[in-house]
């Protein structure tokens, strides 16, 4: 078992998830409460919650497995705001600003997972 905490890439996950609720979401129009908004909520917060569940796990396989989920979450994530860019919530720059930060979670990810997997 690890602690989480410790993990640079849970460190940048949550940033990421500071990040989406702090100044994506709010841009989303009320219209969207339940769906967009709510699928990118969902697709933010999964990415940290589970590298936690993985590193709870006893076996470095099963933590792969978690990060692989974490890493699809990402990767919705990522398509959440490429959306939200064309449907004109989002402008370029502020598309490009959280297109980096996801990338750089799941190029952490991928390191991770690569690691383990040895």
Not at 73 to 84: D, G
Request: aromatic residues 14%; hydrophobic residues 40%.
């Amino acid at each position: 078992m690890r602690d989480y905490k410790k993990l640079e890439v849970w460190k940048k996950a949550h940033e990421l998830n500071l990040f989406v609720y702090l100044h994506f979401l709010p841009k989303f129009p009320k219209s969207e409460q339940f769906d967009l908004l709510s699928q990118t909520k969902r697709a933010s917060y999964s990415i940290a919650l589970n590298i936690v569940e993985g590193s709870g796990r006893f076996t470095e396989k099963d933590f792969a497995h978690f990060l692989d989920m974490a890493l699809g979450s990402a990767h919705e994530l990522e398509y959440c705001s490429l959306l939200s860019r064309d449907l004109t919530y989002i402008d370029q720059e502020f598309y490009q600003q959280i297109n980096q930060f996801i990338n750089e979670v799941k190029a952490m990810l991928i390191g991770l997972i690569k690691k383990l997997r040895g």
